[in-house]
T-cell receptor, first 111, second 117 residues
């Protein structure tokens, strides 16, 4: 089965600082998804990566998928309180839209 | 464009009871997937519905069942509730059914928080 490990489990950053969180897979990733979740709420889609070496950016968030397609990182530049939440990476092991998720990275941004 | 909606928002049940959760998919999406998210964990895939039939199932017992209707909305039914069924239940929709070799973004609803006492 697909296992995703996210690190660090939680981090606290000062507003304006950059941060990076990681997602490592036990198997080659077919599709890698990043979602953001406010506590107890639904998942908000951020980005999907499919190709080795792919990099996507949206506003101040950049996600990368390594060449081997087993590790992804998500980088936030100049963090703001609105970036606080739980970031979940999800994998599509067989390309059939049945996602397996990691446990999440909890991000706290201190004003 | 209407997003994914779920009802109810919160629900409290007792052990042994049955519950039905509802989901309306995003406009234009014909595939619905259900996930269970326990506290502090990532969502776990329960099952997926396409064209009113189950199209894949995760490691959940038969007392978890579902339906999809002609308008692509869906229900999740759980019988004989157990304490461990307490979780956030998430519904996600996508425009394609997850045919092997394809992948498309799933859009999630706000979830239903189920508490079993």
């Amino acid at each position: 089965s697909q296992e995703l490990e996210q690190s660090p489990q939680s981090l606290i950053v000062q507003e304006g600082k950059n941060l990076t969180i990681n997602c490592t897979s036990s198997k080659t990733l077919y599709g890698l998804y990043w979602y953001k979740q406010k506590y107890g709420e639904g998942l908000i889609f951020l980005m999907m990566l499919q190709k080795g070496g792919e990099e996507k950016s949206h506003e101040k968030i950049t996600a990368k998928l390594d060449e081997k397609k087993q590790q992804s990182s998500l980088h936030i530049t100049a963090s703001q309180p609105s970036h606080a939440g739980i970031y979940l990476c999800g994998a599509d092991p067989w390309g059939n839209n049945r996602l397996a998720f990691g446990k999440g990275n909890q991000v706290v941004v201190i004003p | 464009e209407t997003g994914v909606t779920q009802s109810p928002t919160h629900l409290i049940k007792t052990r042994g009871q049955q519950v039905t959760l509802r989901c309306s998919s995003q406009s234009g999406h014909n595939t619905v997937s259900w996930y269970q998210q326990a506290l502090g964990q990532g969502p776990q895939f329960i099952f997926q519905y396409y064209r009113e039939e189950e199209n894949g199932r995760g490691n959940f017992p038969p007392r978890f069942s579902g339906l999809q209707f002609p308008n692509y909305s869906s229900e999740l039914n759980v019988n004989a509730l157990e304490l461990d069924d307490s979780a956030l239940y998430l519904c996600a929709s996508s425009p394609i059914p997850g045919l092997a070799g394809t992948a498309d973004t799933q859009y999630f609803g706000p979830g239903t928080r189920l508490t079993v006492l």
